[in-house]
Protein backbone atom coordinates (compact mmCIF):
# COMPACT_ATOMS: atom_id res chain seq x y z
CA UNK A 1 0.00 0.00 0.00
CA UNK A 2 1.09 3.59 -0.98
CA UNK A 3 2.01 5.50 2.26
CA UNK A 4 0.79 9.31 1.91
CA UNK A 5 2.56 11.48 4.93
CA UNK A 6 1.36 15.08 5.03
CA UNK A 7 3.78 17.82 6.44
CA UNK A 8 3.76 19.51 8.82
CA UNK A 9 0.31 18.59 10.94
CA UNK A 10 -0.46 21.88 12.04
CA UNK A 11 0.39 25.13 10.48
CA UNK A 12 -0.31 28.54 11.80
CA UNK A 13 0.29 31.67 9.42
CA UNK A 14 -1.01 35.40 9.15
CA UNK A 15 -3.38 36.45 6.83
CA UNK A 16 -1.64 37.23 3.35
CA UNK A 17 0.93 35.07 3.72
CA UNK A 18 1.99 32.43 1.47
CA UNK A 19 2.03 28.98 2.88
CA UNK A 20 3.07 25.97 1.44
CA UNK A 21 1.37 22.75 2.78
CA UNK A 22 3.52 19.26 1.61
CA UNK A 23 2.76 15.42 0.76
CA UNK A 24 4.91 12.75 0.19
CA UNK A 25 4.49 9.34 -1.31
CA UNK A 26 6.28 6.21 -0.38
CA UNK A 27 6.54 5.51 -3.96
CA UNK A 28 5.91 6.86 -7.38
CA UNK A 29 2.36 7.93 -8.13
CA UNK A 30 2.74 9.59 -11.20
CA UNK A 31 1.05 12.81 -10.52
CA UNK A 32 -2.51 11.02 -9.24
CA UNK A 33 -2.75 13.04 -6.36
CA UNK A 34 -5.80 15.35 -5.30
CA UNK A 35 -6.03 17.92 -2.22
CA UNK A 36 -9.30 18.18 -0.59
CA UNK A 37 -10.02 20.91 1.89
CA UNK A 38 -12.53 20.30 5.21
CA UNK A 39 -13.71 23.05 6.81
CA UNK A 40 -15.17 22.34 10.30
CA UNK A 41 -18.70 20.17 10.18
CA UNK A 42 -18.10 20.42 6.54
CA UNK A 43 -17.79 17.29 4.00
CA UNK A 44 -14.23 17.53 2.21
CA UNK A 45 -14.33 19.54 -0.81
CA UNK A 46 -11.68 19.02 -4.14
CA UNK A 47 -9.27 21.99 -4.51
CA UNK A 48 -6.76 20.01 -6.78
CA UNK A 49 -6.77 17.44 -9.22
CA UNK A 50 -3.32 15.32 -10.97
CA UNK A 51 -1.10 17.45 -9.04
CA UNK A 52 -1.51 21.19 -10.18
CA UNK A 53 -5.60 21.07 -11.69
CA UNK A 54 -7.57 23.67 -10.28
CA UNK A 55 -11.28 22.40 -9.68
CA UNK A 56 -13.96 24.66 -11.00
CA UNK A 57 -14.65 27.52 -8.85
CA UNK A 58 -11.76 27.17 -6.41
CA UNK A 59 -10.13 30.19 -5.99
CA UNK A 60 -6.92 31.22 -8.19
CA UNK A 61 -4.81 31.39 -4.81
CA UNK A 62 -4.64 27.84 -4.19
CA UNK A 63 -1.94 25.90 -6.48
CA UNK A 64 -0.11 22.39 -6.81
CA UNK A 65 2.73 21.22 -7.86
CA UNK A 66 4.99 18.23 -7.48
CA UNK A 67 5.97 14.97 -9.17
CA UNK A 68 7.20 11.35 -7.93
CA UNK A 69 6.50 11.14 -4.54
CA UNK A 70 6.97 14.84 -3.62
CA UNK A 71 3.73 17.54 -3.90
CA UNK A 72 2.86 20.59 -2.38
CA UNK A 73 -0.11 22.71 -2.36
CA UNK A 74 0.28 26.72 -1.99
CA UNK A 75 -2.07 29.30 -0.84
CA UNK A 76 -0.47 32.26 -2.09
CA UNK A 77 -2.25 34.68 0.10
CA UNK A 78 -4.25 32.99 2.76
CA UNK A 79 -7.46 34.39 3.61
CA UNK A 80 -9.54 33.75 7.02
CA UNK A 81 -11.82 31.41 5.27
CA UNK A 82 -8.74 29.19 4.00
CA UNK A 83 -9.02 28.04 8.01
CA UNK A 84 -9.35 24.28 7.56
CA UNK A 85 -7.62 20.89 7.09
CA UNK A 86 -6.36 19.80 4.09
CA UNK A 87 -5.87 16.27 2.97
CA UNK A 88 -3.58 14.80 -0.26
CA UNK A 89 -4.93 11.74 -1.32
CA UNK A 90 -3.16 9.03 -4.35
CA UNK A 91 -5.54 7.49 -6.75
CA UNK A 92 -2.48 5.85 -8.43
CA UNK A 93 -2.73 2.33 -7.18
CA UNK A 94 -5.14 0.79 -5.37
CA UNK A 95 -5.88 1.07 -2.30
CA UNK A 96 -6.53 4.86 -2.65
CA UNK A 97 -5.20 6.54 0.31
CA UNK A 98 -5.49 10.08 2.03
CA UNK A 99 -2.91 11.43 4.22
CA UNK A 100 -3.35 11.87 7.82
CA UNK A 101 -4.11 16.32 7.07
CA UNK A 102 -2.55 19.58 7.85
CA UNK A 103 -4.54 21.59 10.23
CA UNK A 104 -4.36 25.35 8.96
CA UNK A 105 -4.42 28.39 11.66
CA UNK A 106 -4.54 31.67 11.64
CA UNK A 107 -2.08 33.49 13.25
CA UNK B 1 -26.96 20.89 -9.32
CA UNK B 2 -24.35 17.42 -7.73
CA UNK B 3 -26.59 15.96 -4.30
CA UNK B 4 -25.28 12.88 -2.40
CA UNK B 5 -27.71 12.41 0.36
CA UNK B 6 -26.86 9.03 2.53
CA UNK B 7 -29.30 7.54 5.15
CA UNK B 8 -29.39 4.35 6.90
CA UNK B 9 -26.79 4.84 9.60
CA UNK B 10 -27.12 4.67 13.88
CA UNK B 11 -26.06 2.94 16.82
CA UNK B 12 -25.23 -0.96 16.52
CA UNK B 13 -24.10 -3.47 18.62
CA UNK B 14 -20.53 -5.50 17.69
CA UNK B 15 -20.83 -8.24 15.36
CA UNK B 16 -24.20 -7.08 13.84
CA UNK B 17 -24.97 -5.59 10.10
CA UNK B 18 -26.45 -2.19 8.73
CA UNK B 19 -26.87 -1.29 5.53
CA UNK B 20 -26.17 2.72 4.46
CA UNK B 21 -28.05 4.20 1.37
CA UNK B 22 -26.91 7.04 -0.95
CA UNK B 23 -29.21 8.55 -3.16
CA UNK B 24 -27.52 10.81 -6.22
CA UNK B 25 -29.17 13.56 -7.56
CA UNK B 26 -28.51 15.86 -10.01
CA UNK B 27 -26.44 13.79 -12.49
CA UNK B 28 -26.62 11.17 -14.94
CA UNK B 29 -25.65 8.42 -12.06
CA UNK B 30 -24.66 5.81 -14.34
CA UNK B 31 -22.22 7.22 -16.12
CA UNK B 32 -20.49 7.92 -12.95
CA UNK B 33 -17.99 5.39 -10.48
CA UNK B 34 -18.86 5.88 -6.79
CA UNK B 35 -17.28 5.77 -3.39
CA UNK B 36 -17.33 5.36 0.04
CA UNK B 37 -14.81 6.91 2.15
CA UNK B 38 -15.48 6.99 6.63
CA UNK B 39 -13.70 9.76 8.94
CA UNK B 40 -13.53 8.33 12.62
CA UNK B 41 -14.62 10.79 15.16
CA UNK B 42 -11.28 13.52 15.38
CA UNK B 43 -9.50 11.45 12.99
CA UNK B 44 -8.77 11.88 9.18
CA UNK B 45 -10.24 10.00 5.79
CA UNK B 46 -9.89 6.65 4.96
CA UNK B 47 -11.07 5.51 1.93
CA UNK B 48 -13.25 2.02 1.84
CA UNK B 49 -14.07 0.56 -1.24
CA UNK B 50 -15.28 2.31 -5.30
CA UNK B 51 -17.55 0.69 -7.59
CA UNK B 52 -16.94 1.48 -11.36
CA UNK B 53 -20.24 2.55 -12.97
CA UNK B 54 -21.61 -0.48 -14.66
CA UNK B 55 -20.49 -2.62 -11.25
CA UNK B 56 -17.89 -4.26 -13.37
CA UNK B 57 -15.21 -3.26 -11.04
CA UNK B 58 -15.14 -3.01 -7.20
CA UNK B 59 -12.79 -2.33 -4.93
CA UNK B 60 -12.46 -2.97 -1.24
CA UNK B 61 -9.50 -1.51 1.88
CA UNK B 62 -7.85 -4.61 3.45
CA UNK B 63 -9.80 -3.11 6.81
CA UNK B 64 -13.47 -3.97 5.62
CA UNK B 65 -12.35 -6.58 3.14
CA UNK B 66 -14.70 -9.84 3.01
CA UNK B 67 -17.24 -7.63 5.88
CA UNK B 68 -18.54 -4.87 3.57
CA UNK B 69 -19.92 -5.14 0.38
CA UNK B 70 -20.58 -2.06 -2.11
CA UNK B 71 -22.81 -1.66 -4.79
CA UNK B 72 -25.18 -0.19 -6.84
CA UNK B 73 -29.04 0.11 -8.66
CA UNK B 74 -28.79 2.69 -11.56
CA UNK B 75 -32.38 2.57 -12.00
CA UNK B 76 -32.96 3.93 -8.45
CA UNK B 77 -29.69 6.21 -8.62
CA UNK B 78 -28.89 5.08 -5.13
CA UNK B 79 -25.18 3.51 -4.27
CA UNK B 80 -25.19 0.65 -0.86
CA UNK B 81 -22.92 -0.04 1.61
CA UNK B 82 -23.81 -3.48 3.60
CA UNK B 83 -22.04 -3.68 6.92
CA UNK B 84 -21.69 -6.72 8.60
CA UNK B 85 -19.73 -7.87 11.26
CA UNK B 86 -19.46 -4.51 12.45
CA UNK B 87 -16.30 -3.54 15.15
CA UNK B 88 -15.96 -0.22 17.03
CA UNK B 89 -13.07 0.71 14.81
CA UNK B 90 -15.97 0.95 12.38
CA UNK B 91 -17.44 3.83 14.15
CA UNK B 92 -17.12 6.47 11.48
CA UNK B 93 -18.80 8.81 9.22
CA UNK B 94 -19.40 7.62 6.43
CA UNK B 95 -19.38 9.70 3.15
CA UNK B 96 -20.17 8.60 -0.67
CA UNK B 97 -18.96 10.55 -3.20
CA UNK B 98 -18.95 10.72 -6.97
CA UNK B 99 -15.49 8.99 -8.86
CA UNK B 100 -14.54 10.76 -11.82
CA UNK B 101 -11.52 9.60 -13.91
CA UNK B 102 -9.48 12.36 -11.94
CA UNK B 103 -11.07 13.21 -8.92
CA UNK B 104 -13.41 12.20 -6.37
CA UNK B 105 -15.49 15.46 -6.81
CA UNK B 106 -18.68 15.69 -4.96
CA UNK B 107 -19.23 14.35 -1.41
CA UNK B 108 -22.64 13.98 0.32
CA UNK B 109 -22.44 15.37 4.13
CA UNK B 110 -22.38 11.60 5.44
CA UNK B 111 -24.08 9.28 7.81
CA UNK B 112 -22.80 8.20 11.13
CA UNK B 113 -22.38 4.57 12.12
CA UNK B 114 -21.58 3.91 15.82
CA UNK B 115 -20.54 0.62 16.58
CA UNK B 116 -20.96 -0.02 20.30
CA UNK B 117 -22.53 -2.47 23.11
Known amino acids: DIQMTQSPSVLSASVGDRVTLNCKASQNINKYLNWYQQKLGEAPKLLIYNTNNLQTGIPSRFSGSGSGTDYTLTISSLQPEDVATYFC?????????FGSGTKLEIK | EVQLVESGGGLVQPGRSLKLSCLASGFTFSNYGMNWIRQAPGKGLEWVAS????????YYADTVKGRFTISRDNAKNTLYLQMTSLRSEDTALYYC??????????WGQGVMVTVSS
Open chain 2, 97 to 106: ARLTTVATDY
Open chain 1, 89 to 97: FQHNSWPLT
Open chain 2, 51 to 58: ISSSSSYI
